[in-house]
């Protein structure tokens, strides 16, 4: 099946840091990137969704300034975390999604995620 | 508003029996379902899925029933084995009027399975 990676796995911050997260299609073109992250014992809500070449677009209560994206080709998104407060401390978990064909629903593939702890 | 309700946090069978896990969903929206299976401190991982013009899909020892007009589905996983253990998501998306957009997937908490040796 198809593969997603993250990197970092964790990471460990200090407050008012920046922290970069990598998402990786490794052996399909993703036309869609999803990001979303995870409180414990809740479901996976949604932040954003990228197309490559184009903006994300955000969920509501997402801060754009705040969570940045970029999709810069079809393998590859990134999620910049700015400014990072402890309150930003979750899981965070991209999928991805491939080019669309005649049947409905292409499935996301889902990376293993990234833990990150803001001091 | 939850549009997407699993609502029974946990659930424990033996090994060998059948697994039911239940989801029901608020949306008439809604057209595409999918089921994903979550260890700790990993993504999703796809299990089945199923299109509102079918009423079942099965797939191995996975099966996923679909109730449109009950807004209801369920998993069924037999014969349970300990290897099953894990977090269960529904999930829920609405491809008919995205128009050849992204599909967003909204999810259930989940349901913790336990199989017991």
């Known amino acids: 099946g198809a593969v997603v990676s993250q990197h970092p796995s964790w990471v460990i911050c200090k407050s008012g840091t920046s922290v970069k997260i990598e998402c990786r299609s490794l052996?399909?073109?993703?036309?869609?990137m999803f990001w979303y992250r995870q409180f414990p014992k809740q479901s996976l809500m949604l932040m954003a969704t990228?197309?490559?070449?184009?903006?994300?677009?955000?969920e509501q209560g997402v801060e754009k300034d705040k969570f940045l994206i970029n999709h810069a080709s079809l393998t590859l998104s990134t999620l910049t975390v700015t400014s990072a407060h402890p309150e930003d401390s979750s899981f965070y978990i991209c999928s991805a999604s491939g080019l669309r064909g005649l049947s409905p629903g292409d499935t996301q593939y889902f990376g293993p995620g990234t833990r990150l702890t803001v001091l | 508003d939850q549009q997407v309700k699993q609502n029974s946090p946990s659930l424990s069978v033996q090994e060998g029996r059948i697994s039911i896990l239940n989801c029901d969903y608020t949306?008439?929206?809604?057209?595409?379902f999918l089921w994903y299976k979550k260890y700790p401190a990993e993504g999703p991982t796809f299990l089945i899925s199923i299109s509102s013009i079918k009423d079942k899909n099965e797939d191995g020892r996975f099966t996923v029933f679909l109730n449109k007009s009950a807004k209801h589905l369920s998993l069924h996983i037999v014969p349970s084995q300990p290897g099953d253990s894990a977090v269960y998501f529904c999930?829920?998306?609405?491809?008919?009027?995205?128009?050849?957009?992204?599909?967003?997937?909204?999810f259930g908490k989940g349901t913790k399975l336990t199989v017991n040796p």
């Open positions: 052996d399909f073109q993703a036309t869609t």
């Open positions: 949306n008439s929206m809604f057209d595409y």
């Open positions: 990228s197309n490559e070449g184009s903006k994300a677009t955000y």
């Open positions: 999930a829920a998306s609405a491809v008919a009027g995205n128009q050849g957009g992204s599909e967003k997937l909204v």
